[in-house]
């Protein structure tokens, strides 16, 4: 794509067409093309971008056709009664609309404190538009409650990447990298459905000779073209990482030089995979020794070897940890850094990449700085004119903002950009439940999706081809998505509405709602940070097809490959993590015998609230269809078409069956995109999140499967009466209104009104007998300061040892609660019913076991301070 040339052309005026470059609004790629609007409906054609050279999906092709969709929001819509959502929404005007929103912020944070105000957003909003709302969340609000749907899908990779290389950009060299790779190893990923202009560059290395391994439990469209398919159990791909480094170790195909000089941290790891022999890790994951050698064979003799992982791989409760085991498996083949070879990521959404660096998330400030980082505070508030002190420290993840709505200490009023967390959340149910428990939902979309039906305003929004702004894509390319028509009258973008807002709030004048001059202001606060693009501007990305960051000048010429010299780090090396596979946390019993896994189709996209309503994708994908394996299929009844109910300890959810033999016998897959009767959502598990990113472990629970009748045009969902509850919220009587916290004008740091506190850790333990309970380490006593009072919220143990543990919680030296933990498990335990400890109480954790028994125990009891 030239220039400017084809940007903005032609004029306005009635009847009068222009014709604009800009990109698709669905996956990473961002694959250009060229719209022609003005006269409705618009029409488009591919470009020859470097993500897509010409081609589009599906989904790219039919994205114009939801511009005039006769469901589109034009209007704000509230509440016929204020306070109660179960009056109908009606048309509104947008200062009617307006006012009620800036009220419930106002009454909210007036009753229960900043943080009682949250925001949630998406990886669709455009740099400037995350960007903004991260700023608005605390600068406008002065609140620490922000999170976004990001977390759900991209946050294992980069606390993985962030951690071994010191940065995290998924892909840290292009994408057309692939098509000369000698192997490619895709774990977790199927490209050919959910981004199939990608699979142009795979081709082209399959071509000249190149051999793919695709690791999946399923024979994806990707894995039934690749060379080699590994098929594991969803949950082991960790440990089938460990074991291919094994082997590797073991025949002396790691590169020693290359770990000797460019890393750090190896010789743990070593020791740590010695226990993933080849047989033992079959046994684990039902991938063949004969295919694990294979794979590490060919990694390990190729000149050019890349390594790539995606959601499969990442969304589990220990998804950090499996992704660095795959990064450990590159760095011991020396392949990150290397000319044509490396370590990445696939990111999924739209600006997936871009929307987890610029302060959306609830650790970060732009350019990927922390919140943590006195540093970072002090310039980026310097860049928004405020005072350092006065930026709130982190706040939840996203799941765990999501399940304390509606109580005290959680958020009551929330605001909702570009995310439909009804239908993407895990365990769905419970998280549409604590949106009803809000005092105050407001949802910004252009469709009224299945969360802007639980709203008390819903604010109508631009589409992506009738605003302006940046991208980040898959490969770290900084794009422009440029505006190719008018939205409808009186329409905003997501950041007009903030900057509106923030009017409304008395921060009008540090908010704008001009893209770039958000942009620039996005550059100065990014510079110097890891994701820095203070040398990154429209008229650069508009001649040179988009700039690669960092890019911290106007000189620099952008960064395509990272960690050619050296990696992100104070001494410039990789760092090997030593990490364990742990079992799936919900594993098959006998009420709920198989595994179930999630992901996309080819012609559905995210929540599907756009490509559901979508003509030409309803015709592609107009059901959501569970797959099942012919041997599972036969055993249950249950044909082709039929109708199945999946259910969980969560929920239940109705799917027509697709039988086929891609998948294993012992696995059930459900797409994501559908709510409501056929929400796999509703059956994920939500109860063990990963420790270092705070992904829910969507790709593997435990699931039952039953017939539930013939082939239907139309699936009825399952009886409200069979559902599984949600657990309640205690939720608390309304306090009385207290004044704000700033009564003088003075230099302070930002009040905190709860502090957690944490015991945990991983201990030894020698059995006395079970009737013997003794203090494990110190470590695990607690004494509540004078003047507080504090309550224990949950209890995780683990338990390595093959006999039954007891976890004694004590009260200045009395007995509150035992936790027994079996042989070789674990335990999770909310503490609802524990009373309020006052200050003075002493808190301790005992440990119980048989006679003699040793091993370690895994000790995490979380409070809140007060």
């Known amino acids: 794509m030239t220039a400017a040339t084809a940007a903005d052309r032609a004029a306005g005026g009635a009847g009068t067409s222009r014709t604009t470059d800009t990109h698709c609004p669905y996956c990473s790629l961002q694959c250009g093309m060229r719209v022609t609007a003005g006269d409705r409906p618009a029409t488009l054609v591919p470009l020859d971008f470097p993500t897509n050279r010409g081609g589009l999906c599906s989904k790219g092709w039919s994205s114009v056709e939801l511009l005039d969709h006769p469901e589109r929001l034009v209007h704000p819509l509230v509440r016929a009664t204020p306070g109660d959502r179960t009056s109908p929404l009606v048309e509104a005007t947008w200062d009617e609309a307006l006012d009620r929103v800036v009220g419930a912020i106002r009454r909210t944070q007036r009753t229960y404190g900043r943080d009682a105000v949250g925001c949630f957003g998406g990886g669709s909003l455009t740099n400037e538009q995350a960007y903004q709302f991260g700023k608005f969340a605390r600068v406008a609000l002065r609140t620490s409650a922000i999170d976004y749907n990001g977390r759900f899908c991209m946050s294992s990779a980069a606390g993985a990447a962030n951690r071994a290389f010191g940065i995290d950009r998924g892909m840290p060299f292009p994408l057309a990298d692939i098509a000369g790779a000698d192997v490619v190893v895709l774990v977790g990923s199927n490209p050919a459905d959910t981004m199939p202009p990608a699979m142009q560059y795979f081709d082209a290395g399959r071509e000249r000779g190149a051999e793919h391994v695709v690791v999946d439990p399923r024979r994806t469209a990707t894995a039934r073209n690749a060379a080699l398919h590994l098929q594991p159990l969803p949950g082991t791909d960790l440990a089938l990482a460990n074991g291919l480094l094994h082997i590797a170790i073991a025949e002396g195909l790691v590169d020693t030089d290359y770990v000797a000089t460019r890393t750090t941290g190896f010789d743990d790891v070593r020791a740590g995979v010695a226990a993933y022999w080849p047989d033992r890790v079959e046994r684990l994951t039902g991938v063949p020794v004969a295919d694990q050698r294979r794979t590490v064979f060919a990694l390990a003799r190729a000149e050019k070897a890349i390594v790539l992982t995606a959601r499969g791989a990442e969304q589990h409760r220990s998804g950090t940890d499996t992704t660095t085991a795959w990064i450990n498996l590159a760095l011991a083949l020396g392949l990150p850094g290397r000319p044509g070879s490396g370590y990445g990521t696939v990111t999924g959404q739209g600006n997936g990449q871009g929307g987890r660096e610029h302060g959306q998330k609830a650790d970060q400030l732009p350019g990927y700085r922390s919140l943590r980082d006195p540093a970072a505070r002090a310039h980026v508030a310097a860049v928004w004119g405020v005072d350092p002190d006065d930026l709130p420290m982190p706040g939840k993840s996203a799941f765990e903002l999501l399940d304390a709505l509606g109580t005290d200490g959680g958020v009551r009023t929330l605001l909702v950009l570009a995310s439909n967390v009804a239908v993407s959340a895990p365990d769905a149910r419970r998280v549409v439940s604590r949106l009803r428990d809000l005092d105050f939902l407001a949802v910004s979309d252009f469709f009224l999706s299945e969360t802007a039906e639980l709203a008390d305003v819903v604010l109508p929004s631009a589409m992506w081809a009738e605003e302006a702004g940046t991208m980040t894509n898959v490969e770290g390319r900084v794009i422009r998505r440029r505006r190719a028509l008018d939205p409808p009258a009186g329409v905003p973008d997501d950041l007009q509405l903030l900057a509106t807002l923030a009017e409304r709030l008395g921060a009008g004048e540090r908010f704008s709602g001009d893209p770039e001059t958000v942009f620039d202001e996005l550059r100065r606060a990014s510079a110097g940070g890891a994701a820095d693009y203070a040398g990154i501007s429209y008229e650069r990305i508009d001649a040179e097809d988009g700039v690669f960051w960092p890019c911290p000048s106007d000189t620099h010429p952008g960064t395509p490959r990272l960690f050619a010299d050296r990696f992100a780090t104070p001494d410039g090396r990789a760092r090997f993590v030593r990490v364990e596979h742990v079992e ?283």
């Open 584 to 866: 799936a946390h919900e594993r098959p019993d006998a009420d709920y015998p198989y595994v179930l896994t999630t992901g996309r189709v080819l012609a559905q996209y995210q929540s599907g609230t756009q490509t559901r309503r979508t003509r030409t994708l309803q015709m592609v994908a107009p059901t959501p269809r569970a797959e099942l394996h012919p041997d599972l299929a036969r055993r249950l009844g249950i044909a082709q078409d039929d109708v199945v109910e999946l259910a969980t300890r969560r929920g239940r959810a109705r799917f027509h069956a697709l039988v086929t033999d891609a998948i294993r016998p012992d696995v059930v897959f459900a797409p994501f995109h559908w709510g409501g009767g056929s929400s796999a959502n509703a059956l994920t598990d939500a109860d063990a999140l990963d420790p270092t990113s705070r992904m829910p472990a969507f790709k593997v629970c435990a699931v039952a499967v039953t017939r539930v009748g013939g082939p239907a045009e139309r699936i009825d969902p399952p009886a409200a009466a069979t559902q599984p509850r949600p657990r309640p919220h205690a939720l608390l009587t309304t306090p009385e209104p207290r004044p704000p916290a700033r009564t003088r004008p003075a230099r302070r740091s930002t009040r905190v009104k709860s502090t957690p506190r944490f015991l945990q850790g991983v201990f030894p333990i020698t059995g006395e007998g079970l009737a013997k309970p003794g203090p494990v380490d110190a470590a695990l006593r607690y004494t509540v300061p004078a003047g507080t009072s504090a309550q224990a919220l949950y209890f995780r143990g683990g338990n390595s040892t093959g006999e039954l543990v007891y976890v004694l919680l004590l009260r200045d030296g009395e007995p509150m609660r035992w936790f027994p933990i079996g042989a070789k498990g674990d335990v999770h335990v909310p503490l609802r019913v524990v009373e309020d400890l006052p200050g003075g109480t002493v808190v301790e954790l005992h440990a119980a076991a048989p006679e003699g028994v040793t091993g370690e125990l895994v000790v995490d009891l979380g409070l809140v301070e007060v």
